[in-house]
């Protein structure tokens, strides 16, 4: 009898590795359990992006090198953009914590994969976000908000301002 054995065992090496892999680029929004391929420090070689389903954690692959978002912060949402305008694509997240919901960039920054920007709780509550080109070509955060009586929601666009963002109360359809 013939003994066909095929291994698996690739399949499960390395927690940061997936074989099925989905090239991301600018302002596409990042689905959990899906892992993405972009070029997060420019160098001409992709890493693989992957919000874990379970945990809601981002991971950020480079080769050996694996960053994997603190835990007190759980990924809503993802998307990729240059938001911060140096040239280099980042994870731009909405976050929430026992604190509440934050806006969150996780990039190549400073010659390593970190957490570029994390902001304080957000009021009004963001419930959603998406990357958009602004007026001037540069990407901006579409941000959803809920409003006080928790009926409606507006929406605000979070742009650059070199050191953080600043909300334009500019409302879009
Ligand atoms: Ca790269
Ligand atoms: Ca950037």
New binding site residues.
């Given amino acids: 009898m013939i003994v066909i054995v095929t291994s698996l065992v690739a399949m499960f090496l390395g927690a940061c590795s997936d074989p099925a892999v989905v090239t991301a680029t600018r302002g596409v929004r990042l689905e959990p359990g899906v892992t993405y391929s972009a070029d997060l420090d420019d160098d001409g070689t992709s890493e693989h992006i992957l919000v874990d389903e379970q945990h809601r954690s981002l991971l950020l692959t480079d080769g050996d090198t694996c960053y994997r978002s603190r835990d007190k912060w759980q990924v809503v949402e993802a998307h990729l ?10 994870v731009v997240t909405l976050l929430t914590s026992e604190r509440g919901n934050h806006i969150g ?1 996780f ?1 190549y ?1 400073g010659g390593e994969y970190r957490e ?1 920007l994390v902001t304080s709780s957000l009021h009004p509550l963001p419930v959603s976000l998406e990357v958009r080109v602004g007026e001037d070509g540069g ?1 901006v955060i579409l941000v959803t908000e809920e409003s006080a009586d928790e009926q409606t929601k507006g929406t605000v666009i979070y742009r650059w301002n070199g050191f953080g963002f600043r909300v334009l109360d500019t409302p879009i359809e």
Avoid at 81 to 90: I, K, P
């Fill in positions: 953009g240059d938001t911060d305008h140096d040239g280099l694509l980042e960039l990039a920054f570029r990407d």
